[in-house]
């Protein structure tokens, strides 16, 4: 495992976390509608405050949705610029699946991820851990609340913020679990073992909603140069 930069921009929360051969560190605001000032200035403060130079780094991860449609393209924005700038390799984790990872702890255990996805709708999908993480039991989606209630499994716990819209707010679970950019270490290191890492273009946003387009690589902006 070499050094690895964590980024996260799907909620209202901005966090970055480095993931080292000794374990991994976070950084983390609540900065709603600031992601875009904070992300890069807090990526350089937690690779000073740990003695870590930009061309120390071996790879970028970045949560790439479902969430918040403007702090993920931030997020991808950020991520594709210090991908260009240093030459590194790139894999996009799923915020469902990473929360699901935060949560599950035994092998067999099941949950649903749940996020509010506002419009009055919500993302969602049920996971299930063995061999270490939090496998994707069904595709990610996204629905009404009414839908939801229609389709998972009743007697399955969820986690997330889509917990707390009335129509769920009865469902078992914890509304409460936030995802951090150090939760997705697991599955990024999973994904650095599995040599899943690579172009940007590979690893594009997934918003989940029709109508929503990833940008091609020559129309974004690097935001970071060497």
Known sequence: MANILIVDASSSLCSVALLR???????HEHQPRKHAQRLLPMVEELLSSNGVYRDQLTAIAYGRGPGSFTGI????????GIAMALDLPVAGISTLQALAQKTLQSPGEQCIAVLDAHMG????????????????????????????????EADMPAVGNG????????????????????????LVEY????????????????YLRD????KKLAEQPSLLRR
């Not at 999908?125 to 009404?144: F, I, T």
């Not at 917990?163 to 936030?178: F, R, S």
């Not at 040599?195 to 946003?205: N, S, T, V, W």
């Open 121 to 152: 709708e919500v993302f969602w999908a049920p996971y299930q851990y063995n061999n270490g993480l939090a496998q994707p039991m069904a595709p990610e989606r996204v629905c009404s609340p009414a839908d939801f209630l229609a389709h998972a």
């Open 21 to 27: 051969p000794e374990g991994v560190i976070g950084l």
């Open 163 to 186: 917990l707390a819209l009335n129509e769920l707010c009865h469902w078992p679970g914890n509304a409460d679990q936030v995802l951090l950019a150090e939760d997705m270490a697991p």
């Open 73 to 80: 393209r931030i997020a991808a924005a950020v991520t594709q």
């Open 191 to 206: 994904a650095w073992q599995q040599q899943q890492f690579g172009d940007i273009e590979l690893h594009a946003p997934v």
């Open 211 to 214: 109508g929503v387009a990833w």
